[in-house]
């Protein structure tokens, strides 16, 4: 039976990546996922985790050393941030393209400039057409069960598919939590051995990556596509066996207090807990309010947003990142359309706060859902507006 | 080892592992360059190619001309990805879930995808000492997006990118010396070579690839279609390049310099030069000036031979 240990949930990753046995992990540090990486060099180092650490020197070159290990066959990890992550964005298409099963956590961070360490979605969602299956989590035990699940999910045989799992940076990389690390003799029985199907390998030639002429690149694109959704079905089997297993519960959406609720509130990451707190405030005010989360990314969960939100009459969709010059928040355009052709469906806000690592407090939740309100009677000039930002 | 140089063509297989039937143009040295290489590298590779000529000419799906593995990925990483798989063998062997036997791990990239874009990498999986061989497949200039100026394209060649006019010779620069920069990572082996030397080329390549460690050969690649001379040309061209001393042959051994190919007296440059119509429009003046500049960097050469002879 897994013990519940206080852990930083950085070094909480690189112990989940130990039990998985990952062979190569290539990284390049950047603020605010060095912990990850640094555990990780730790635990080669010290003979506890037999892989190959490539210190790589740029995170494009980590992406390009994790292609080339999946593809002789070997279980590739890799961690990376904002810029890193946008460095390494051209080689994040060819993983998934190839259907290359890497696994990569994100420590959520903004993009420059002004230059900032501090957490928010920018960096996500500038990768969000990349192709890859991505997860977004709340706390360090969903990231701890992510990052299992994720191998799982990208190396299953239906799916061969690259996987992100997003964590809030320093929210939740550099928080110390009380967390479920499982035993070896659960992870081997929940996480079968990585037989890639078709590797580089001298016995078998194989020519992989061969460019694509008009008369064959739209089916090769069309091919993904239909691949990615059909992931989705893979994922729920997942998370399904996963909370048979090890007992914890997962879904592409999740629910708080939000069954009958008027008006919800839609977040992603780790302020969904402080959000949860912030609708408990406002239920025992008297509010009819709730909170649903999105946990599944990519493939998007249409069909659960729909479920989730047909009875409410407004939904307040929170975004830590801004499209600038667009229509709202990216998550909200998401949201919008996925509920656009629905015959009822609620009033959709879209609210900006919470960028470059400032906090949303309880007070500042409940002035994002008491606005939404107003606005969803009003009716506002703006298309979204920005919250905790001084004028 | 083969020595194709003293047992000559008895040696080298029949096999074609880059099979006929590619897209390279008429008289293509860098075509030539990676049949041989290939030959001397046999089936036990993994080939990591870099977007360019080579993998435009032998990949489009739903074929390939490769009877070898091969993966193309992008334009600056091959050697990244050459990491990957080199460190991705190592473990799984180290694990048992392959043969611990090496497989010969193989970057290839043009000039642009080397002293270029793809240099950060090539320099970051040299310093890191993976067991690989690089190869460099220079042929001056990106050819395959129509000629346009590197930083291996040479002192007066008009490119697309720098082409020769009124108030301008054409490249102004002077070629980077990519080679030097790989014997600075003081890996065990580094070479240049050429397919007009064919066995030479051969036994560079075999060498690179059996040597525990980082290997990296630059190899001269003649391209008639940018550098506007007839494809019957290629080899003779070739061979100029390294008798006049404009791209001499050599070996690096552990850092101890060799001369592959002595030429006693260096032909003048200009019968390399004006065989080309990239260098059509040079003056005199600017021949005179690249010919100095020849025999100052060959002296500099030369003067490495005798000192790693000195000290050996």
Same mark, same amino acid.
């Given at each position: 039976?897994?013990?519940?240990?206080?852990?930083? $949930?950085?070094?909480?990753?690189?112990?989940?990546?130990?039990?998985?046995?990952?062979? $190569?992990?290539?990284?390049?540090?950047?603020?605010?996922?060095?912990?990850?990486?640094?555990?990780?060099?730790?635990?080669?180092? #010290?003979?506890?985790? #037999?892989?190959?650490?490539?210190?790589?020197?740029?995170?494009?070159?980590?992406?390009?050393?994790?292609?080339?290990?999946?593809?002789?066959?070997?279980?590739?990890?890799?961690?990376?941030?904002?810029?890193?992550?946008?460095?390494?964005?051209?080689?994040?298409?060819?993983?998934?393209?190839?259907?290359?099963?890497?696994?990569?956590?994100?420590?959520?961070?903004?993009?420059?400039?002004?230059?900032?360490?501090?957490? #928010?979605?920018?960096?996500?969602?500038?990768?969000?057409?990349?192709?890859?299956?991505?997860?977004?989590?709340?706390?360090?035990?969903?990231?701890?069960?992510? $990052?299992?699940?994720?191998?799982?999910?990208?190396?299953?045989?239906?799916?061969?598919?690259?996987?992100?799992?997003?964590?809030?940076?320093?929210?939740?990389?550099?928080?110390?939590?009380?967390?479920?690390?499982?035993?070896?003799?659960?992870? #081997?029985?929940?996480?079968?051995?990585?037989?890639?199907?078709?590797?580089?390998?001298?016995?078998?030639?194989?020519?992989?990556?061969?460019?694509?002429?008009?008369?064959?690149?739209?089916?090769?694109?069309?091919?993904?596509? $239909?691949?990615?959704?059909?992931?989705?079905?893979?994922?729920?089997?997942?998370?399904?066996?996963?909370?048979?297993?090890?007992?914890?519960?997962?879904?592409?959406?999740?629910?708080?207090?939000?069954?009958?609720?008027?008006?919800?509130?839609?977040?992603?990451?780790?302020?969904?807990?402080?959000?949860?707190?912030?609708?408990?405030?406002?239920?025992?005010?008297?509010?009819?309010?709730?909170?649903?989360?999105?946990?599944?990314?990519?493939?998007?969960?249409?069909?659960?947003?729909?479920?989730?939100?047909?009875?409410?009459?407004?939904?307040?969709?929170?975004?830590?990142?801004?499209?600038?010059?667009?229509?709202?928040?990216?998550?909200?355009?998401?949201?919008?359309?996925?509920?656009?052709?629905?015959?009822?469906?609620?009033?959709?806000?879209?609210?900006?706060?919470?960028?470059?690592?400032?906090?949303?407090?309880?007070?500042?939740?409940?002035?994002?859902?008491?606005?939404?309100?107003?606005?969803?009677?009003?009716?506002?000039?703006?298309?979204?507006?920005?919250?905790?930002?001084?004028? | 080892?083969?020595?194709?140089?003293?047992?000559?063509?008895?040696?080298?297989?029949?096999?074609?592992?880059?099979?006929?039937?590619?897209?390279?143009?008429?008289?293509?040295?860098?075509?030539?360059?990676?049949?041989?290489?290939?030959?001397?590298?046999?089936?036990?590779?993994?080939?990591?190619?870099?977007?360019?000529?080579?993998?435009?000419?032998?990949?489009?799906?739903?074929?390939?001309?490769?009877?070898?593995?091969?993966?193309?990925?992008?334009?600056?990483?091959?050697?990244?990805?050459?990491?990957?798989?080199?460190?991705?063998?190592?473990?799984?062997?180290?694990?048992?879930?392959?043969?611990?036997?090496?497989?010969?791990?193989?970057?290839?990239?043009?000039?642009?995808?080397?002293?270029?874009?793809?240099?950060?990498?090539?320099?970051?999986?040299?310093?890191?000492?993976?067991?690989?061989?690089?190869?460099?497949?220079?042929?001056?200039?990106?050819?395959?997006?129509?000629?346009?100026?590197?930083?291996?394209?040479?002192?007066?060649?008009?490119?697309?990118?720098?082409?020769?006019?009124?108030?301008?010779?054409?490249?102004?620069?002077?070629?980077?010396?990519?080679?030097?920069?790989?014997?600075?990572?003081?890996?065990?082996?580094?070479?240049?070579?050429?397919?007009?030397?064919?066995?030479?080329?051969?036994?560079?390549?075999?060498?690179?690839?059996?040597?525990?460690?980082?290997?990296?050969?630059?190899?001269?690649?003649?391209?008639?279609?940018?550098?506007?001379?007839?494809?019957?040309?290629?080899?003779?061209?070739?061979?100029?390049?390294?008798?006049?001393?404009?791209?001499?042959?050599?070996?690096?051994?552990?850092?101890?310099?060799?001369?592959?190919?002595?030429?006693?007296?260096?032909?003048?440059?200009?019968?390399?030069?004006?065989?080309?119509?990239?260098?059509?429009?040079?003056?005199?003046?600017?021949?005179?000036?690249?010919?100095?500049?020849?025999?100052?960097?060959?002296?500099?050469?030369?003067?490495?031979?005798?000192?790693?002879?000195?000290?050996?």
């Amino acid at each position: 039976m897994a013990k519940r240990v206080g852990i930083e $949930v950085s070094v909480a990753i690189g112990e989940v990546c130990k039990l998985i046995n990952v062979d $190569v992990v290539a990284a390049y540090p950047i603020t605010p996922q060095t912990h990850i990486v640094e555990h990780l060099a730790e635990l080669v180092a #010290d003979g506890e985790l #037999d892989a190959s650490y490539i210190p790589v020197e740029s995170e494009h070159s980590a992406m390009s050393a994790c292609l080339g290990a999946s593809a002789v066959g070997a279980r590739a990890f890799t961690a990376t941030a904002g810029q890193g992550l946008e460095l390494m964005h051209e080689v994040l298409y060819v993983a998934s393209s190839m259907r290359l099963p890497i696994v990569m956590t994100v420590a959520n961070r903004p993009l420059s400039s002004p230059l900032s360490v501090w957490g #928010d979605h920018s960096d996500a969602m500038a990768v969000r057409d990349t192709g890859w299956i991505q997860i977004f989590t709340e706390n360090g035990q969903e990231v701890v069960d992510s $990052v299992l699940c994720a191998f799982r999910i990208g190396e299953d045989s239906r799916v061969l598919l690259p996987v992100m799992v997003h964590l809030d940076g320093f929210h939740l990389t550099h928080m110390i939590e009380p967390i479920y690390i499982p035993e070896q003799s659960e992870v #081997d029985k929940f996480l079968p051995p990585f037989n890639y199907p078709l590797p580089l390998d001298p016995e078998r030639p194989l020519t992989m990556g061969a460019f694509g002429p008009p008369v064959i690149f739209p089916e090769t694109k069309k091919a993904q596509e $239909v691949n990615l959704r059909a992931a989705k079905k893979v994922v729920l089997e997942c998370w399904d066996e996963f909370g048979k297993v090890f007992g914890r519960h997962y879904h592409p959406v999740e629910h708080y207090r939000s069954e009958g609720a008027r008006v919800l509130l839609l977040t992603m990451g780790s302020f969904s807990e402080t959000a949860a707190a912030a609708i408990d405030k406002m239920i025992t005010d008297g509010k009819d309010v709730g909170l649903i989360r999105l946990r599944l990314w990519r493939p998007f969960p249409f069909e659960e947003i729909r479920q989730a939100v047909k009875d409410a009459e407004v939904l307040i969709v929170l975004d830590r990142a801004i499209s600038f010059g667009g229509p709202g928040g990216p998550v909200c355009s998401e949201i919008r359309s996925a509920l656009y052709g629905e015959d009822k469906r609620p009033k959709i806000i879209s609210a900006v706060s919470g960028l470059g690592g400032r906090d949303i407090s309880i007070a500042g939740f409940e002035e994002i859902v008491g606005r939404g309100i107003e606005v969803s009677q009003t009716g506002s000039e703006q298309e979204f507006e920005v919250f905790g930002v001084r004028e | 080892m083969a020595d194709y140089i003293k047992f000559g063509k008895r040696q080298v297989t029949k096999e074609e592992y880059l099979a006929p039937g590619h897209r390279a143009c008429i008289g293509c040295g860098e075509a030539l360059a990676v049949r041989l290489a290939c030959k001397a590298l046999g089936r036990n590779v993994i080939i990591s190619n870099a977007t360019g000529c080579i993998e435009i000419i032998s990949s489009q799906l739903p074929w390939t001309s490769w009877r070898v593995p091969w993966i193309h990925t992008l334009f600056e990483n091959a050697a990244a990805v050459a990491s990957g798989i080199e460190a991705g063998l190592k473990v799984m062997g180290r694990k048992g879930r392959r043969s611990s036997d090496k497989v010969n791990v193989v970057a290839i990239a043009g000039d642009g995808g080397t002293s270029d874009i793809g240099l950060q990498a090539l320099s970051g999986a040299l310093e890191r000492g993976h067991d690989m061989l690089y190869l460099c497949f220079d042929n001056e200039a990106y050819m395959n997006t129509g000629i346009q100026r590197s930083s291996a394209t040479p002192f007066g060649a008009s490119t697309t990118t720098a082409p020769a006019g009124k108030m301008s010779i054409g490249q102004v620069t002077w070629k980077k010396d990519l080679p030097s920069i790989a014997v600075a990572h003081n890996i065990p082996y580094v070479a240049t070579a050429c397919p007009s030397y064919p066995f030479d080329l051969m036994d560079k390549v075999a060498k690179g690839a059996a040597v525990d460690g980082p290997a990296y050969i630059h190899i001269f690649s003649m391209c008639p279609t940018g550098w506007r001379c007839a494809p019957e040309l290629a080899i003779e061209i070739g061979r100029l390049a390294v008798q006049t001393g404009i791209f001499p042959l050599y070996e690096v051994e552990d850092g101890k310099y060799k001369l592959s190919v002595k030429v006693p007296k260096l032909k003048p440059v200009v019968d390399y030069l004006k065989r080309q119509g990239r260098f059509g429009h040079l003056s005199e003046d600017t021949i005179q000036e690249i010919q100095d500049r020849v025999h100052k960097d060959h002296a500099k050469l030369v003067d490495k031979v005798a000192s790693s002879a000195a000290v050996a």
